[in-house]
């Protein structure tokens, strides 16, 4: 009989790279922090971050994204371990659970350290960008995507103006307020701004789904509801 094969290093680093993939298809927080921190990085160039700086950054959501993977193997390793309710065991995934809130507390405290500063700079003189902006093409923008929302609602014969139905009301008015923001905003200031209101956007489209009031394709017909009835607005009478 044949002795076991020790792992190569090649198998060693497909064995790393098959826990992160699982991690990720698994747990919706390490998608979380994945998605906020390619978004610090791209932040990080944006702004033109130093050095330290961005090793500071790099080593922070190093920090988090470890503490998430060690929480999981420890919520993996003690479901395996009992299959009954165990304060011992309820206590190890607490504590667990606390190294993550620590380790996404210190990010935060050091991002904005690293950010504070330059995101100020250079917004100085968004507010009064935003004063001069098109208040009226916004206005009837949103007016035309609620006026869109609710007669294909009232042709579908599904959901109601505020709940359920295709497209999803909530959607379509966050991604036509992303749009309307990306032109209301300055060029020097067009990326951040537009950044921030799109994962705001995201998010509230994500929270209708989660909910369960709509399904993904009306959030998502509800986003290009919202996006191309705004988009065309302001490019007509802009």
Same mark, same amino acid.
């Given at each position: 009989?044949?002795?076991?094969?020790?792992?190569?290093?090649?198998?060693?680093?497909?064995?790393?790279?098959?826990?992160?993939?699982?991690?990720?298809?698994?747990?919706?927080?390490?998608?979380?922090?994945?998605?906020?921190?390619?978004?610090?990085?791209?932040?990080?160039?944006?702004?033109?971050?130093?050095?330290?700086?961005?090793?500071?950054?790099?080593?922070?959501?190093?920090?988090?994204?470890?503490?998430?993977?060690?929480?999981?193997?420890?919520?993996?390793?003690?479901?395996?371990?009992?299959?009954?309710?165990?304060?011992?065991?309820?206590? !190890?995934?607490?504590? /667990?659970?606390?190294? =993550?809130?620590?380790?996404?507390?210190? +990010? &935060?405290? *050091?991002? %904005?350290?690293?950010?504070?500063?330059?995101?100020?700079?250079?917004?100085?003189?968004?507010?009064?960008?935003?004063?001069?902006?098109?208040?009226?093409?916004?206005?009837?923008?949103?007016?035309?995507?609620?006026?869109?929302?609710?007669?294909?609602?009232?042709?579908?014969?599904?959901?109601?103006?505020?709940?359920?139905?295709?497209?999803?009301?909530?959607?379509?008015?966050?991604?036509?307020?992303?749009?309307?923001?990306?032109?209301?905003?300055?060029?020097?200031?067009?990326?951040?701004?537009?950044?921030?209101?799109?994962?705001? !956007?995201?998010?509230? /489209?994500?929270?209708? =789904?989660?909910?369960?009031?709509?399904? +993904? &394709?009306? *959030?998502? %017909?509800?986003?290009?509801?919202?996006?191309?009835?705004?988009?065309?607005?302001?490019?007509?009478?802009?």
């Amino acid at each position: 009989m044949n002795a076991r094969r020790s792992p190569t290093v090649l198998d060693s680093f497909n064995f790393a790279f098959e826990g992160i993939i699982h991690v990720l298809r698994t747990q919706r927080n390490m998608r979380l922090h994945f998605a906020i921190a390619f978004l610090v990085l791209i932040l990080a160039l944006v702004v033109d971050v130093a050095k330290f700086e961005l090793i500071a950054l790099l080593l922070s959501i190093t920090f988090v994204l470890i503490a998430e993977m060690l929480n999981t193997g420890i919520e993996v390793a003690i479901d395996i371990a009992t299959t009954s309710f165990d304060p011992m065991a309820k206590l !190890a995934k607490d504590i /667990a659970a606390g190294a =993550v809130l620590i380790a996404t507390a210190n +990010a &935060l405290v *050091v991002g %904005y350290l690293v950010f504070a500063g330059k995101v100020a700079d250079r917004s100085a003189n968004l507010l009064e960008r935003l004063r001069e902006a098109p208040a009226e093409l916004t206005l009837v923008a949103l007016v035309l995507t609620i006026i869109v929302v609710i007669a294909t609602k009232a042709y579908t014969g599904r959901g109601t103006p505020l709940r359920g139905g295709i497209p999803s009301g909530h959607a379509a008015l966050a991604f036509a307020g992303w749009v309307a923001a990306t032109y209301a905003a300055g060029a020097d200031h067009r990326f951040l701004v537009s950044s921030i209101a799109l994962i705001m !956007a995201i998010l509230v /489209a994500q929270t209708r =789904v989660e909910s369960g009031v709509h399904s +993904a &394709l009306e *959030v998502t %017909y509800g986003a290009l509801v919202g996006s191309l009835a705004t988009l065309v607005v302001f490019q007509v009478f802009q």
